[in-house]
């Protein structure tokens, strides 16, 4: 993440947010992990996903060696990622 023009204030909501969303969760999200803030730079470090990513696995094919997913497995994801939101938006307890 960058910004040019991050004032202090913009810097405390971006630590606020960042501690609430270090607390979250869910067997649908990927837990952040921590984050570092260098002058403009904002760097967000999540786990490991040895898998890949869903974007790896939706469009990247052929660099990666996926096999295509099927409609279900689509379906599948696109519900756990409807589950995951859910639970940010108002479930979760902060």
Same mark, same amino acid.
């Given at each position: ?7 202090? !204030?913009?810097?405390?909501? $971006? ?5 609430? *969303?270090? !607390? #979250?969760?869910? =067997?649908?999200? #990927?837990?952040? *992990?921590?984050?570092?803030?260098? +002058?403009? +730079? !904002? %760097?967000? #470090?999540?786990?490991?996903? &040895?898998?890949?990513?869903? /974007? @790896?696995?939706? $469009?990247? %094919? ?7 997913? /099927?409609? !279900? @497995? =689509?379906? @599948?994801?696109?519900?756990? #990622?409807? =589950?995951?939101?859910?639970? *940010?938006?108002? *479930?979760? &307890? @902060?």
């Amino acid at each position: 993440m960058e910004s040019a023009t991050t004032g202090s !204030k913009g810097i405390n909501e $971006f630590q606020t947010e960042i501690s609430v *969303l270090n !607390k #979250v969760r869910h =067997r649908h999200l #990927v837990s952040l *992990l921590g984050c570092c803030i260098n +002058e403009n +730079e !904002k %760097l967000l #470090v999540y786990e490991y996903m &040895p898998q890949g990513s869903l /974007t @790896q696995h939706l $469009f990247d %094919l052929g660099e990666n060696g996926c096999s295509p997913l /099927t409609w !279900k @497995q =689509r379906i @599948q994801i696109a519900m756990d #990622v409807a =589950r995951g939101m859910e639970y *940010l938006h108002s *479930l979760a &307890p @902060q």
